[in-house]
């Protein structure tokens, strides 16, 4: 048996949190679920900080990414949530490049574009074709000192054509979690927040970090 015993988690303190993201959606998301815990936060967009390239091809390397980056800038812990969309029938695409796949030429973001991208690609296997999916959140609570935690969540569901409802961000209007009828973008703020692949994630981190 090993005598070295397993590293604790280290616990947050109260005082600032910088919410690593320049996404509005997941800022409100976010602050939403950090609210309860007395927890002042500031986002990365608030503070002026730059958004660091994503060059990891994993969850986990982005985010710890991300956050680390707010951290050493602010001085502060960063939590930082890289996330995206895991479709079955195209092995797992678009995962980490679903914010890529919203990219157009002038460099801003379409959505309807991208989950118009995953609809064509589906349609091109044929009509069998499963429109399962996941969405995936990796949380990364960064210190400036190096430290990192990470805490993962995911939500199953399938995707519709055309997308349904107005609310919500990024593919919501084409995802309908299990157990559900609705898009993500036809809930309110507050369904989306009971059960989602982010709000999974973070159950974790406060379990483990408060
Ligand atoms: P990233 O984490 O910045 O790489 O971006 C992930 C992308 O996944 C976001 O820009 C959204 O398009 C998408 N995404 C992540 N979470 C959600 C969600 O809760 N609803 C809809 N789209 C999401």
Redesign the pocket.
């Known amino acids: 048996m090993s005598d070295v015993a397993p590293q604790a988690i280290r616990k947050l303190g109260k005082g600032k949190l910088v919410i690593a993201?320049h996404?509005a959606?997941?800022v409100r998301?976010i602050a939403d679920l950090l609210a309860p815990y007395g927890i002042e936060t500031v986002s990365a967009a608030e503070l002026d900080l730059p958004e660091p390239e994503?060059t990891g091809t994993t969850?986990m390397a982005?985010?710890e990414l991300?956050a680390m980056s707010a951290a050493d800038l602010s001085g502060l812990p960063a939590l930082a949530?890289?996330?995206?969309?895991c479709v079955e029938a195209l092995g797992g695409d678009p995962g980490?490049y679903?914010?890529?796949w919203?990219e157009t030429a002038d460099g801003t973001?379409d959505?309807m574009m991208?989950m118009g991208k995953v609809e064509q690609k589906l349609l091109a296997l044929g009509p069998d074709a499963s429109r399962s999916a996941q969405?995936v959140?990796m949380l990364a609570l960064a210190w400036p000192d190096g430290h990192v935690e990470w805490f993962e969540g995911r939500i199953n569901g399938h995707l519709i054509w055309p997308p349904c409802g107005e609310m919500?961000?990024?593919?919501?209007p084409v995802?309908v979690p299990e157990g559900e009828t609705r898009t993500?973008a036809e809930m309110s703020f507050a369904e989306?927040q009971a059960s989602?692949?982010?709000s999974r994630a973070f159950a974790k981190l406060v379990a483990a970090v408060f």
Request: glycine share 12%; proline share 0%; net charge neutral.
């Open positions: 993201t996404n959606g997941k998301e994503e969850f982005n985010a991300k949530d890289d996330s995206g969309l980490v679903t914010a890529n919203a973001r959505w991208a969405f959140s919500g961000f990024g593919y919501d995802f993500f989306k989602n692949h982010r």
